[in-house]
Every structure is written in structure tokens, then in C-alpha cells.
């Protein structure tokens, strides 16, 4: 966050915090939106500023939302903890804190004239006319779930931050030398001929000693491991499954149709176009211009406006009342009379019309059918859960619970947590096969799991039967696996002893070609590889080895394909034309930008040592559990 600070009240930060200000002064009155508020208990303060408790939730609970979005579900909080986000919104807010208070000391501040001039410019709170909107405003910070006195003290925080950081770190770039010694490194060009070797076959191995055996299986003993395998037996519940639609009456799906018409139903849409304008005297000026013959673009134009193309939408998609009526009240390409809109004057004027449509009761009868079989099974779904949890909580056990309740149980024999069973048969078909496993395996044995609930109104109760305890398994009980292995490794092994013995023969003084020809290889060549387009062509593993000394270099590496080996001889270096070219704009510009964060960095450590900071762990723990 802090890096984006930097770009000032220009940048996303300020556009972040922009709608504070002005909705305070809608809801509340400018002045008393710029008092302070009371903070609460303080996490930490540096100097004579201080971060408070609900400054903290905000910060954490936004890294919490970041953090969902890249897991795709919210963390638990061990799993924020080892991802660190405490510690970063600590160091996040530290480094707002010291910046704060080092403005404070040297006296830098933000006017109320110059956050209300950012929030009335700032481009995500206007209108499709380009005007100033209260209703966008409020509509991007309800969505933002951050109170509008949090924003305007972020905002004011934000721009008086960058006056300090500003003139340390804008305009500053890597030097010409880097770049251009990056862009020699990336743009060097290599010819590369190499042959390939593939180990021998498997079965020519000859079989292992016992004690090479003996060895190879302890040092991967943990590959033989027998994991834990669990029984169970379990009730699913879903409405899917106990959906009845041959139980629905035509009397039952007629009625439903019509209580629920609207639901068929696609309402007229109308193309309509608009005009807002500065006032009613240039409204009335355009509305002549068209009584005239002048086009609705052109009089548009002719007033400094712009038309505004809404789409096809329904009435339900043009908020205000007014101009609702006025658009769909409306004959076609005919524009409407001046009508008082929330932003000012508008003329409207419509371009198609799509006329309501009715989907007929027989063609969406199994539809509703459907439906209504569905929302009955829900109903025994929750009557079952029900019956089942309370019959439980009296102390019968899961079977008797289901009996009374009109279910059976299945039963699953012992399977390991990826639901596959010791003895290789077919896997078991499960309800919320990783949801239902995952519970399984966190059972507690003589203690009933929760049920697993997923998608909606489904619900699996589980049962834990045997528990196999992981073991390691004895060499004799695997030993045809480890031989197995131990061939493959070794026929690899062979092939890379052989590739090293090739590669000696070439440094001696022997061609590539000649060393290939008497063993029956053949050389290939990767012409003009770079170390990026060489992945690719070689392998990372061979490029690097092709990179790694001057032009005659030869090396042994494995090949692009698993498990084989080349050996190859840099045939040629070419040297980049322009190294500056090889160095895209998007990757200047990340340098530069690292370099930026790296000096603001440092002056965020230079202001930590001279301004004492303090933390409150324990309100720190509190706001912790609170926002979780």
C-alpha cells in the first residue's frame, strides 16, 4: 500500500478514500466530519501518533479480503498466521503511523479545500454525463463496507503522506548502466548442438543386491509409508436425490405459475438514448433545435453535451421515477419533452423497443414442475436434518437416528484420505467427496462428527468405523515396488554415467559429430537460444548449463523430456545489438518501481530510528479475534 501512496493524491490510493469527504458533508455537515473521532483502545503509536483498535480491524479485515480472493475462500486463522498478514498490516500501519507523525513535526497538513476539490474530480463518483453523482458516491462506499469518517481520515492521511514521499522517490529510475546489463544478459544469443540419451530399458537392469536394495529402501522409506485408512458409514441428505416430480399436480403446477408469472415474464426493454444538460435554457435551445430537424445527436453537440446511450434495459434499470415514465412513455426515435432529472434537465429519446414476452404455461410446465418437486424435497431435507440431530443429541447413535427418521446408512470400507482403498479396488462414489474425507479424517474416534453441509441445503452425517493407524511398511511387503524403483533409478543412473563419459570423450579432443555417430545418437542443434527461448527448445536444466561458460563449453544436463539426458557443445556466442531493447517498458518500469519502494523503505527505517514506537500486543490479540 505504501508504494502506491507514493503517486500521490493523483494515484488509486486517493481514489480509494476520495468519496469520504463529500458524503460526510452530505450525511452530516463538513464540520463535524473533520473532527477527530475517538479511536478506542490504541495497537501502537509512534511519537505522539497513534493507530487505534478500529484502524487496525480495517486494515486487517481488507488483508483478510485479499487474501480470500487469491485462496478463493476465507482463511482459517492459523492459515492467516502462516501467510503473515498480522505482521504486515502491523508493518503497513507502522510505516502510516511514522510518516503521520513526521508530517505532524514538520508541520505538513492537507487543506479541507483540497480534499473537497479531490473528491468533487474524482472520475469513480460522476455520472455517465461526467458530472459529480452523490448517489454513485455512496453506492462505491456501501460497497466498500468502510465508513465514510474512516475515508476522509485515510484520504487526508493519504495525501499529507505524500507530500513527504513525493520528492523522495517520483521521477526516480535504475540507472542506464543496469539496464543495460540486463538487457546484454537477456539478449545474448547461443547456438547450441546436443544429442540426446534415453536410459536403457528396465528390464536389461540387472536386479539389485540385497544390500543395495536394503539401502535404497531406507533412504525412501517414507514412500512406502502405509497411510491412515478409515471406515465409515454415512447418511446423505439432498434434495436432488429425494425430489419427486411425478408426486406434483397439474392443479399445483397451474397455480404456481400464475403466483409466479413475473418469473416467466421478460419485461419491455427500450433502447434509450439521453441528454443531461448544464440547464433548463440549453435544454430548451436543444428541444427548438429538434422541432426544427436538427438531429438529437447534433443537438446534443450544438449545446457542449453528449449523448448518453443507456442500452436496452427495463423500466426496473432507470432508477428515478421521472424519467422511467418519460422514457417509457415515449414513441420511438421521437425525442421527449425537458424532464427535471436528479443531475439536471434531460431529453430522452428511444430507439428500439422490445416488447414484453410471456413464456407460455406448456412450454415451461417441467420447469415448474421441476421446481416444485425441488422445493418439497427441501422441506423433507430439513425435516430430516432435523429429526436426525435431535434424535442424535438425545444419544442415538447415527444408525438408530436414521432408522427412525426413515433412512439407511452405506457403509465405506477402510479408504486413505484420498478415498482410495488398501487393497487398489475402484475408489467409492461420495457425496462432497474432499468436504466429506476432510471430515472424516478430522473425526475424533467416540465422538460424533458434524454433519458436512454443501451446496445449499445438502447435508452428509458421518459415522467413523475402523482406524487403520498409518505404519511403515516392511521391506518384504513392498519389495517388488522397491525393485521396481530401484530399476528406474538406476537405469537413469547408467544413462547419466554414460552422458558424462560422452561429454569427456568431446572435451578430449573428439567432435560431437564423431562421439554421436559411433553410438548411434544423433546431433541436433537449438540455434540462437536465448536463456528465456532455451527453456523451451532444451530444458532450464540444459540452458543453464549451455550459459555457464564461453563458446566450446561442454556439458551434461537433463533433457526438456523427463528423464532423459543431453549432452551438448556452445557452438557459437552472439552477443545482444541493442542490450537496452532486450528490456521491455514493462519491465523498466517494475525496476523502477522497486527502486521507488526500495528508497521509500528506507526512509520509513531512517524515521523508525529516530521516532519511538510502541505496540499494545494485547488490544492487538483482542482486534485480532474481533474482526475473525
Same mark, same amino acid.
Given at each position: 500500500?505504501?508504494?502506491?501512496?507514493?503517486?500521490?493524491?493523483?494515484?488509486?490510493?486517493?481514489?480509494?478514500?476520495?468519496?469520504?469527504?463529500?458524503?460526510?458533508?452530505?450525511?452530516?455537515?463538513?464540520?463535524?466530519?473533520?473532527?477527530?473521532?475517538?479511536?478506542?483502545?490504541?495497537?501502537?503509536?509512534?511519537?505522539?501518533?497513534?493507530?487505534?483498535?478500529?484502524?487496525?480491524?480495517?486494515?486487517?479485515?481488507?488483508?483478510?479480503?485479499?487474501?480470500?480472493?487469491?485462496?478463493?475462500?476465507?482463511?482459517?486463522?492459523?492459515?492467516?498466521?502462516?501467510?503473515?498478514?498480522?505482521?504486515?498490516?502491523?508493518?503497513?500501519?507502522?510505516?502510516?503511523?511514522?510518516?503521520?507523525?513526521?508530517?505532524?513535526?514538520?508541520?505538513?497538513?492537507?487543506?479541507?479545500?483540497?480534499?473537497?476539490?479531490?473528491?468533487?474530480?474524482?472520475?469513480?463518483?460522476?455520472?455517465?454525463?461526467?458530472?459529480?453523482?452523490?448517489?454513485?458516491?455512496?453506492?462505491?462506499?456501501?460497497?466498500?463496507?468502510?465508513?465514510?469518517?474512516?475515508?476522509?481520515?485515510?484520504?487526508?492521511?493519504?495525501?499529507?503522506?505524500?507530500?513527504?514521499?513525493?520528492?523522495?522517490?517520483?521521477?526516480?529510475?535504475?540507472?542506464?548502466?543496469?539496464?543495460?546489463?540486463?538487457?546484454?544478459?537477456?539478449?545474448?544469443?547461443?547456438?547450441?548442438?546436443?544429442?540426446?540419451?534415453?536410459?536403457?530399458?528396465?528390464?536389461?537392469v540387472e536386479a539389485p543386491t540385497d544390500e543395495a536394495l536394503d539401502d535404497f529402501y531406507?533412504?525412501?522409506?517414507?514412500?512406502?509409508?502405509?497411510?491412515?485408512?478409515?471406515?465409515?458409514?454415512?447418511?446423505?441428505?439432498?434434495?436432488?436425490?429425494?425430489?419427486?416430480?411425478?408426486?406434483?399436480?397439474?392443479?399445483?403446477?397451474?397455480?404456481?405459475?400464475?403466483?409466479?408469472?413475473?418469473?416467466?415474464?421478460?419485461?419491455?426493454?427500450?433502447?434509450?438514448?439521453?441528454?443531461?444538460?448544464?440547464?433548463?435554457?440549453?435544454?430548451?435551445?436543444?428541444?427548438?433545435?429538434?422541432?426544427?430537424?436538427?438531429?438529437?445527436?447534433?443537438?446534443?453537440?450544438?449545446?457542449?453535451?453528449?449523448?448518453?446511450?443507456?442500452?436496452l434495459v427495463p423500466r426496473s434499470a432507470i432508477p428515478n421515477a421521472t424519467l422511467a415514465?418519460?422514457?417509457?412513455?415515449?414513441?420511438?426515435?421521437?425525442?421527449?419533452?425537458?424532464?427535471?432529472?436528479?443531475?439536471?434537465? /434531460?431529453?430522452?429519446?428511444?430507439?428500439?423497443?422490445? &416488447?414484453?414476452?410471456? #413464456? $407460455? %404455461?406448456? *412450454? @415451461? +410446465? =417441467?420447469? !415448474?414442475?421441476?421446481?416444485?418437486?425441488?422445493?418439497?424435497?427441501?422441506?423433507?431435507?430439513?425435516?430430516?436434518?432435523?429429526?436426525?440431530?435431535?434424535?442424535?443429541?438425545?444419544?442415538?447413535?447415527?444408525?438408530?437416528?436414521?432408522?427412525?427418521?426413515?433412512?439407511?446408512?452405506?457403509?465405506?470400507?477402510?479408504?486413505?484420505?484420498?478415498?482410495?482403498?488398501?487393497?487398489?479396488?475402484?475408489?467409492?462414489?461420495?457425496?462432497?467427496?474432499?468436504?466429506?474425507?476432510?471430515?472424516?479424517?478430522?473425526?475424533?474416534?467416540?465422538?460424533?462428527?458434524?454433519?458436512?453441509?454443501?451446496?445449499?441445503?445438502?447435508? /452428509?452425517?458421518?459415522?467413523?468405523?475402523?482406524?487403520? &493407524?498409518?505404519?511403515? #511398511? $516392511? %521391506?518384504? *511387503? @513392498? +519389495? =517388488?515396488? !522397491?525393485?521396481?524403483?530401484?530399476?528406474?533409478?538406476?537405469?537413469?543412473?547408467?544413462?547419466?554415467?554414460?552422458?558424462?563419459?560422452?561429454?569427456?570423450?568431446?572435451?578430449?579432443?573428439?567432435?560431437?559429430?564423431?562421439?554421436?555417430?559411433?553410438?548411434?545418437?544423433?546431433?541436433?542443434?537449438?540455434?540462437?537460444?536465448?536463456?528465456?527461448?532455451?527453456?523451451?527448445?532444451?530444458?532450464?536444466?540444459?540452458?543453464?548449463?549451455?550459459?555457464?561458460?564461453?563458446?566450446?563449453?561442454?556439458?551434461?544436463?537433463?533433457?526438456?523430456?523427463?528423464?532423459?539426458?543431453?549432452?551438448?557443445?556452445?557452438?557459437?556466442?552472439?552477443?545482444?545489438?541493442?542490450?537496452?531493447?532486450?528490456?521491455?517498458?514493462?519491465?523498466?518500469?517494475?525496476?523502477?518501481?522497486?527502486?521507488?519502494?526500495?528508497?521509500?523503505?528506507?526512509?520509513?527505517?531512517?524515521?523508525?530510528?529516530?521516532?519511538?514506537?510502541?505496540?499494545?500486543?494485547?488490544?492487538?490479540?483482542?482486534?485480532?479475534?474481533?474482526?475473525?
Amino acid at each position: 500500500m505504501m508504494s502506491q501512496m507514493r503517486r500521490g493524491a493523483s494515484s488509486w490510493v486517493a481514489r480509494l478514500f476520495l468519496g469520504a469527504l463529500a458524503v460526510s458533508f452530505v450525511g452530516w455537515g463538513i464540520t463535524d466530519v473533520l473532527r477527530n473521532r475517538d479511536g478506542g483502545s490504541t495497537i501502537l503509536t509512534a511519537g505522539d501518533t497513534r493507530v487505534s483498535v478500529p484502524d487496525f480491524q480495517l486494515a486487517y479485515r481488507q488483508g483478510l479480503n485479499r487474501l480470500s480472493q487469491q485462496l478463493q475462500r476465507r482463511p482459517s486463522t492459523e492459515e492467516a498466521e502462516a501467510f503473515g498478514l498480522d505482521q504486515a498490516v502491523l508493518s503497513q500501519l507502522t510505516a502510516g503511523a511514522l510518516l503521520d507523525e513526521q508530517a505532524r513535526r514538520l508541520g505538513v497538513g492537507v487543506s479541507d479545500d483540497g480534499l473537497i476539490q479531490l473528491i468533487q474530480n474524482e472520475p469513480a463518483f460522476k455520472d455517465q454525463s461526467g458530472n459529480f453523482s452523490r448517489n454513485t458516491m455512496r453506492a462505491v462506499l456501501a460497497n466498500a463496507q468502510i465508513t465514510e469518517q474512516s475515508y476522509l481520515e485515510d484520504l487526508r492521511g493519504s495525501a499529507t503522506r505524500n507530500q513527504l514521499i513525493a520528492p523522495l522517490s517520483d521521477g526516480a529510475s535504475v540507472p542506464a548502466a543496469f539496464v543495460e546489463a540486463l538487457g546484454a544478459y537477456n539478449g545474448e544469443r547461443r547456438t547450441v548442438n546436443f544429442m540426446r540419451l534415453t536410459p536403457p530399458p528396465v528390464d536389461s537392469v540387472e536386479a539389485p543386491t540385497d544390500e543395495a536394495l536394503d539401502d535404497f529402501y531406507t533412504q525412501g522409506q517414507d514412500a512406502y509409508r502405509a497411510p491412515e485408512y478409515r471406515g465409515f458409514s454415512f447418511l446423505s441428505l439432498s434434495p436432488a436425490a429425494l425430489a419427486d416430480p411425478a408426486a406434483i399436480t397439474d392443479d399445483a403446477i397451474a397455480a404456481s405459475y400464475e403466483a409466479n408469472r413475473a418469473r416467466y415474464t421478460t419485461p419491455e426493454r427500450r433502447q434509450v438514448e439521453q441528454i443531461v444538460f448544464a440547464d433548463r435554457a440549453s435544454a430548451d435551445r436543444a428541444m427548438q433545435a429538434m422541432a426544427s430537424g436538427t438531429s438529437f445527436a447534433d443537438a446534443a453537440t450544438a449545446e457542449g453535451r453528449q449523448v448518453a446511450d443507456l442500452g436496452l434495459v427495463p423500466r426496473s434499470a432507470i432508477p428515478n421515477a421521472t424519467l422511467a415514465d418519460a422514457a417509457f412513455s415515449a414513441t420511438l426515435n421521437t425525442p421527449t419533452a425537458v424532464v427535471d432529472g436528479p443531475f439536471g434537465p /434531460v431529453i430522452m429519446q428511444v430507439r428500439e423497443i422490445a &416488447p414484453e414476452v410471456v #413464456r $407460455p %404455461l406448456d *412450454e @415451461v +410446465r =417441467d420447469e !415448474v414442475r421441476n421446481a416444485l418437486a425441488l422445493e418439497a424435497a427441501n422441506s423433507k431435507v430439513t425435516d430430516a436434518y432435523n429429526a436426525i440431530s435431535e434424535a442424535m443429541q438425545n444419544g442415538a447413535p447415527l444408525a438408530e437416528a436414521a432408522q427412525q427418521a426413515g433412512y439407511a446408512l452405506q457403509t465405506v470400507a477402510p479408504v486413505d484420505a484420498s478415498g482410495n482403498p488398501a487393497d487398489a479396488s475402484a475408489a467409492p462414489d461420495l457425496p462432497a467427496k474432499p468436504q466429506l474425507l476432510a471430515a472424516v479424517f478430522a473425526a475424533q474416534p467416540g465422538m460424533p462428527p458434524q454433519p458436512v453441509n454443501y451446496q445449499g441445503n445438502n447435508y /452428509v452425517f458421518i459415522e467413523l468405523g475402523d482406524v487403520v &493407524p498409518a505404519r511403515d #511398511r $516392511p %521391506l518384504a *511387503e @513392498v +519389495r =517388488d515396488r !522397491v525393485v521396481a524403483d530401484w530399476k528406474v533409478d538406476e537405469a537413469e543412473r547408467l544413462m547419466t554415467d554414460r552422458a558424462e563419459a560422452l561429454a569427456e570423450r568431446v572435451r578430449g579432443g573428439q567432435s560431437l559429430a564423431d562421439v554421436a555417430a559411433a553410438e548411434g545418437l544423433t546431433v541436433e542443434t537449438a540455434a540462437a537460444i536465448t536463456r528465456e527461448s532455451g527453456r523451451a527448445e532444451i530444458g532450464e536444466a540444459a540452458t543453464r548449463a549451455a550459459f555457464s561458460g564461453p563458446q566450446g563449453t561442454v556439458a551434461e544436463a537433463p533433457a526438456l523430456e523427463s528423464g532423459q539426458a543431453v549432452v551438448l557443445q556452445v557452438t557459437e556466442v552472439a552477443d545482444a545489438a541493442d542490450p537496452a531493447a532486450n528490456v521491455p517498458a514493462q519491465a523498466r518500469q517494475s525496476l523502477d518501481e522497486t527502486m521507488r519502494e526500495d528508497l521509500f523503505q528506507s526512509y520509513v527505517a531512517y524515521l523508525q530510528g529516530s521516532i519511538p514506537v510502541s505496540l499494545n500486543n494485547a488490544a492487538l490479540q483482542q482486534a485480532k479475534v474481533a474482526v475473525r
